[in-house]
């Protein structure tokens, strides 16, 4: 006989199409997959023929695991280590001669084992990755047990990783082809940006995605710098710069995008571009603030993601999702805009949507995989609950998660990884940080 796990709740917070929200239910998961959702007392009727182990208690909430759509999970390596900065400045100054001396496989197997441990502690199940050695973030993705697209970043110019474009593109189909028969990874073609890739190398990467049919990841108009860059050398701004050289042709995922006006809104919606918003790592390097409200009005489906920790320094999305909705109230006036449940949506299907892998995951739904995360309600800061969406948006922390299950594995339990030692992991971490220091 099969062996099943029954995971409860007070509240179980479904993100379905009707945006159900169930009380003293329960969750079944069989192998990687949710086979039953319904009253608690009643599933343990029903299964009572199993060797059933049940999670959860009359306390917890169950959710669907969050999904960090842009991240560069490796450079936790290097947070903290230069605050305080303009992008520009940061990266050329500071972060770019580094990974010139750091980047290896090891160092982004490493980086990445710490940001997965982060991230799914803090109730991350999936990630949207941009980097180099891409089989190394695999690698530690598959190890800690987290859902992973993973980009090969593309660049003109040469790095530890590649000499020019030719290069990471020929890279990123090795990493496709590798990556065909995993299902933890996901893989993705990843033009850093505008003003890192040429029109001839964006076009090659558009056409690498639309092969193989992938996302494409992209940084796009983070900086108003870089959208006055690109009105000096194209005579236009950047998104519609992209649409005239046809790379809005495929499935793409636009970082960052805060210096947007309203006819490159359109032009967006109109090709379905998703947005991954990266409030914190905007708000600290003062590149700006993203409209989200004309983006969501629009239609454009909005993600959160941390962006890298070194311009973070967090890899959490609740502290994420709580800023960028009080932000978003203060810039236009008018506290209604992003409300509780729309920022659920952000966390969860609308991002799987934006990944296009909403079939998959971002609900709680029969059928779906068991990416979920359960957390404990019974805590000062998170009583009462009159809204259990208010509750999870505005008052709840990371330390509040105590388990989090991917692809049907109990990964996170009682706030401990089982299936990594994690001070190993953190122990390697300070390791690297004594290197980066000798620089």
């Given at each position: 006989m099969n062996s099943i796990f029954i995971i409860r709740g007070q509240y179980i917070i479904t993100m379905n199409e009707h945006d159900e929200v169930l009380n003293n239910s329960g969750v079944v998961v069989k192998d990687d997959k949710i086979i039953d959702i319904g009253d608690f007392s009643e599933l343990?009727?029903?299964?009572?023929?199993?060797?059933?182990?049940?999670?959860?208690?009359?306390?917890?909430?169950?959710?669907?695991?969050?999904?960090?759509?842009?991240?560069?999970?490796?450079?936790?390596l290097f947070r903290g280590i230069a605050?305080?900065?303009?992008?520009?400045?940061?990266?050329?100054?500071?972060?770019?001669?580094?990974?010139?001396?750091?980047?290896?496989?090891?160092?982004?197997?490493?980086?990445?084992?710490?940001?997965?441990?982060?991230?799914?502690?803090?109730?991350?199940?999936?990630?949207?990755?941009?980097?180099?050695?891409?089989?190394?973030?695999?690698?530690?993705?598959?190890?800690?047990?987290?859902?992973?697209?993973?980009?090969?970043?593309?660049?003109?110019?040469?790095?530890?990783?590649?000499?020019?474009?030719?290069?990471?593109?020929?890279?990123?189909?090795?990493?496709?082809?590798?990556?065909?028969?995993n299902e933890l990874i996901i893989p993705a073609v990843a033009p850093h940006a505008i003003y890192t890739c040429c029109k001839e190398t964006l076009i090659k990467s558009r056409d690498l995605a639309l092969k193989h049919d992938l996302l494409i990841h992209i940084h796009i108009s983070e900086t108003f710098q870089e959208v006055e860059e690109c009105i000096r050398n194209y005579g236009k701004r950047p998104v519609k710069y992209l649409k005239n050289i046809g790379f809005l042709e495929g499935k793409i995922i636009a970082a960052h995008s805060v210096w947007l006006n309203d006819e490159e809104i359109e032009i967006m919606g109109n090709h379905n571009v998703g947005v991954s918003h990266c409030i914190e790592s905007n708000l600290k390097l003062a590149s700006g603030i993203a409209p989200v409200v004309k983006m969501l009005k629009r239609g454009i489906k909005v993600s959160m993601g941390t962006d890298g920790a070194a311009s973070n320094n967090n890899l959490d999305l609740l502290e994420e999702?709580?800023?960028?909705?009080?932000?978003?109230?203060?810039?236009?006036?008018?506290?209604?805009?992003?409300?509780?449940?729309?920022?659920?949506?952000?966390?969860?299907?609308?991002?799987?949507?934006?990944?296009?892998i909403e079939k998959e995951v971002g609900s709680i739904e029969t059928g779906k995989k068991a990416d979920?995360?359960?957390?404990?309600?019974?805590?000062?800061?998170?009583?009462?609950?009159?809204?259990?969406y208010s509750t999870i948006i505005y008052s709840a922390k990371a330390s509040d998660i105590e388990d989090v299950f991917v692809n049907g594995v109990p990964v996170i339990t009682s706030g401990k990884h089982q299936l990594v030692d994690e001070d190993t992991l953190i122990e390697k971490a300070v390791w690297w940080s004594r290197q980066i220091q000798k620089l």
């Open positions: 343990l009727k029903k299964y009572k023929d199993y060797p059933v182990q049940i999670y959860g208690n009359s306390h917890s909430v169950l959710m669907p695991g969050f999904i960090n759509t842009h991240t560069h999970a490796a450079m936790v605050d305080d900065l303009p992008l520009k400045q940061w990266l050329n100054e500071h972060i770019w001669p580094r990974e010139a001396k750091f980047l290896s496989p090891e160092f982004v197997y490493d980086g990445s084992c710490l940001a997965c441990l982060e991230m799914l502690k803090s109730g991350t199940t999936t990630f949207n990755d941009m980097y180099f050695f891409p089989e190394s973030i695999a690698k530690a993705a598959k190890k800690l047990n987290i859902r992973a697209v993973i980009g090969q970043g593309v660049f003109d110019f040469s790095t530890p990783f590649g000499k020019n474009a030719e290069d990471y593109l020929n890279r990123a189909l090795e990493f496709i082809e590798k990556s065909k028969t999702i709580s800023i960028a909705a009080k932000v978003q109230k203060g810039i236009t006036g008018n506290p209604t805009v992003l409300d509780v449940k729309t920022c659920m949506k952000i966390l969860t299907i609308w991002a799987a949507e934006a990944l296009g979920l995360v359960l957390m404990n309600l019974n805590k000062p800061h998170l009583q009462p609950v009159y809204d259990i």
